[in-house]
Structure formats: structure tokens, C-alpha cells
């Protein structure tokens, strides 16, 4: 088992990298985001959050996508945000 300590995706500040260790969502959702290749051991970085907080756009697999606080509170990541 790892030891690493985890957060969620929506923990990870502004130009910080983490990296995807589970998904917990379900449904159409989960699977729009293991399309887009986010799934465990996938590289994301956060790049900028909206003035209001949400969206958030992050780089995966270089691809740039916004995603709603909700949704990557439940992508948990690896590694201090």
C-alpha cells in the first residue's frame, strides 16, 4: 500500500503538478474524463482558476480543459498539492 499522502484535484494550486491516483465519479462523467486520458498515473497541471473559483483549467496529456470544482473534488491525486 502507498503511504503517500493524497488530495483531490481541486486542492492543487496554480501551476502546481500532481499526479491522478482514482477517479471517484461515475456515470457519463467518468467516462468523458478517462476519454480525455485522465486516469490513474496521468499528469495534470493546474494552470488557471476563473475570478469567481470555478472552472479550473488544468493540462492533461497536453490537452488544456476547464473542469468544475465539484467534479475534481472527487479525482483524487498523489503528492502534496
Same mark, same amino acid.
Given at each position: 500500500?502507498?503511504?503517500?499522502?493524497?488530495? $483531490? #484535484?481541486?486542492?492543487?494550486?496554480? &501551476? %502546481?503538478?500532481? !499526479? +491522478?491516483?482514482?477517479?471517484? #465519479? /461515475? @456515470?457519463?462523467? *467518468?467516462?468523458?474524463?478517462?476519454? #480525455? &486520458? #485522465?486516469?490513474? &498515473?496521468? !499528469? +495534470?497541471?493546474?494552470?488557471? *482558476?476563473?475570478? /469567481? @473559483?470555478?472552472? $479550473?483549467?488544468?493540462? =492533461?496529456? &497536453?490537452? +488544456? =480543459?476547464?473542469?468544475? $470544482?465539484?467534479? $475534481? %473534488? *472527487? =479525482?483524487? =491525486? @498523489? @503528492?502534496?498539492?
Amino acid at each position: 500500500m502507498d503511504s503517500q499522502p493524497f488530495f $483531490t #484535484l481541486s486542492a492543487l494550486d496554480e &501551476g %502546481a503538478e500532481a !499526479r +491522478v491516483r482514482a477517479l471517484h #465519479l /461515475s @456515470g457519463g462523467m *467518468r467516462r468523458r474524463l478517462q476519454d #480525455l &486520458g #485522465l486516469v490513474a &498515473g496521468t !499528469r +495534470v497541471t493546474c494552470l488557471q *482558476r476563473a475570478c /469567481s @473559483g470555478d472552472p $479550473t483549467a488544468y493540462r =492533461i496529456r &497536453g490537452a +488544456v =480543459i476547464a473542469l468544475r $470544482t465539484d467534479d $475534481t %473534488a *472527487r =479525482i483524487e =491525486i @498523489g @503528492g502534496a498539492p
